[in-house]
């Protein structure tokens, strides 16, 4: 499956309707919701049925001015919060479970294979249900003619600060075969760098949050200025035309970083892949890590969880094995002999009592880490051939699935 985005490029009056089409989304979307919260033992069955009598409920006619499939894909949308809520508890997440909540800032609509049309040269796009949108022109660098048009499966519409946007989720096998490089590695995250790998090669963080901070910063103060406070209490006050430009102005700031941070992420992970046949990283508790104020903002910022998670999908495209560990241990353990030598986080060497290795702290971690990835790939490992030829065998796939079931086991 792959999403191919474009800019939607319509009238002012058109992309009103689209607020709207949005607005009723997660109106029906908050209803499926609250058909599950109030009742007792509903069944998810129930909870997708609730979108189409909410279509037809007279009580709120605008809500059937949604396309059928749309609403099927809301009522999808509130199931499947309720079943990461049910997972999280079956798997005993410790603290918050994440029980659903009702949204207030949606900012898509998503249609499955009816509600749209394409037009002959794919170069625009009709919205075909009852909120009449019209046609859109679509601007970008990909071409629609290139599928099969029962291939797209899924159409949303998506706004952003600097506009809206349309992603086409496209059904394809995507194969893609690389040369065997004859190298493992094992990567450690981190803040100073961004990771150092098990051969010593290191790249830093961008800090692409640290770096736009003092921009950041000029455009909230320039919102909060313009912020209007009511002068009587549970008073409602317009809020003025430049108040809305400046928050505008704040969100496609905000918007810049996020795409940066994507980028490089992206390409990152792909350089990566293409030079290793087999990654290991640590599966790190982001969540819990966050909690440390002091570096909580630059532990966002490094985008660990999204990193790992495009590794994981190049690894797929790829058909390299890429396996998480759990990070116990891997920064105090000698990676020559295995003593633990305990160290705090402002030590940056590695100096073995036992064995006299004195190794970068990171490197070490690393080596731990790919050590302990191969272990669990069921591997022997020889650290002094670090080209490992049984990996590039046609065993590719089935690590690739037991990386899925060990990643499964990590997260309980
Ligand atoms: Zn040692």
């Not at 007279?58 to 009522?75: C, D, N, T, V």
Request: glycine share 6%; net charge positive; hydrophobic share 35%.
């Amino acid at each position: 499956m792959i999403t191919l985005e474009f800019k939607l490029k319509g009238r002012e009056t058109q992309y009103r309707i689209v607020d709207e089409m949005i607005r009723t989304f997660q109106f029906v979307r908050n209803k499926c919701l609250r058909l599950w919260i109030d009742g007792r033992n509903v069944k998810l069955s129930e909870v997708n049925a609730e979108a189409t009598k909410i279509r037809h409920n007279l009580e709120f006619p605008w809500a059937g001015k949604l396309e059928s499939s749309a609403a099927q894909a809301a009522s999808e949308r509130a199931m499947s919060a309720i079943r990461r809520f049910y997972d999280n508890c079956k798997a005993k997440v410790p603290g918050k479970k994440g029980f659903p909540k009702f949204q207030k800032n949606n900012r898509s609509v998503e249609y499955k294979v009816a509600g749209w049309k394409l037009s002959s040269d794919r170069k625009r796009i009709t919205f075909t249900d009852k909120f009449k949108a019209g046609t859109f022109k679509l601007v970008g660098s990909y071409d629609l003619n290139f599928y099969a048009l029962k291939a797209i499966k899924r159409v949303r519409i998506v706004r952003r600060s600097d506009g809206y946007y349309c992603q086409f989720c496209i059904a394809v096998e995507r194969n893609i075969s690389i040369a065997p490089t004859g190298k493992c590695l094992g990567i450690d995250l981190g803040l100073s760098k961004f990771y150092t790998a098990s051969d010593g090669s290191t790249v830093e963080n961008p800090r692409h949050l640290r770096k736009a901070e003092k921009a950041l910063k000029r455009a909230q103060r320039r919102v909060s200025s313009k912020f209007r406070t009511h002068k009587k209490q549970g008073e409602k006050v317009k809020q003025s035309n430049n108040y809305k430009k400046a928050c505008r102005r704040l969100g496609k700031r905000h918007l810049t970083v996020q795409r940066r941070r994507k980028d490089f992420v992206v390409k990152t992970a792909k350089a990566l892949l293409e030079s290793s046949d087999f990654i290991a990283y640590e599966k790190l508790n982001v969540k819990n890590l966050v909690k440390n104020h002091k570096l909580s903002k630059s532990i966002s910022d490094a985008a660990w969880t999204q990193f790992t998670g495009w590794i994981e999908r190049y690894g797929m495209l790829y058909k390299r094995p890429v396996v998480a560990v759990l990070p116990q241990y891997t920064s105090s353990d000698c990676s020559g002999c295995g003593t633990r030598v305990k160290k705090s986080l402002s030590v940056r060497t590695h100096v073995c009592p036992k064995c006299s290795l004195v190794i970068d702290r990171d490197e070490n971690a690393a080596l731990n880490i790919l050590v302990k990835g191969l272990n669990r790939a069921g591997m022997a490992l020889n650290l002094s051939t670090p080209g490992h030829g049984g990996i590039n065998a046609s065993g590719q796939t089935n690590l690739c699935l037991l990386d899925e079931n060990l990643s499964d086991k990590l997260t309980e």
